[in-house]
Nanobody, 126 residues
Framework: QVQLVESGGGLVQAGGSLRLSCAAS????????MGWFRQAPGKEREFVAA????????YYAGSVKGRFTISRDNAKNTVYLQMNSLKPEDTAVYYC???????????????????WGQGTQVTVSS
């Protein structure tokens, strides 16, 4: 089992920045690819960004590429999502997830991630 706890969400004005963190415990963190997803009210959960177990490769949704940066610190069992130039359409609950390192991170389907956090709310005001 892997337990994931997100933090860092909040209310920010459009154009602002937030940094989300996801702390992992349980099984060896560095064995897992990590992803960030988000879900807005009335919408399906969507992929945001992913990073390989080593941190060597990253992948982003087109809507956030160039604005968001995913990173990880395996020594601290933590994955981060730096979000800059935030827009009102970025408003959602953000979830981190852990998935098998055997699956390519370009396969962004949620079913590839077996462990999920409880989510943290991000609200961007216009």
């Amino acid at each position: 089992q892997v337990q994931l706890v997100e933090s860092g969400g909040g209310l920010v004005q459009a154009g602002g920045s937030l940094r989300l963190s996801c702390a992992a415990s349980g099984r060896t963190f560095s064995n897992y690819n990590m992803g960030w997803f988000r879900q807005a009210p009335g919408k399906e959960r969507e992929f945001v960004a992913a990073i390989t177990w080593s941190g060597g490769f990253t992948y982003y949704a087109g809507s956030v590429k160039g604005r968001f940066t995913i990173s990880r610190d395996n020594a601290k069992n933590t994955v981060y999502l730096q979000m800059n130039s935030l827009k009102p359409e970025d408003t959602a609950v953000y979830y981190c997830a852990a998935g098998s390192s055997l699956t390519g991170i370009e396969d962004v389907r949620p079913l590839n991630y077996g462990y999920w956090g409880q989510g943290t709310q991000v609200t961007v005001s216009s």
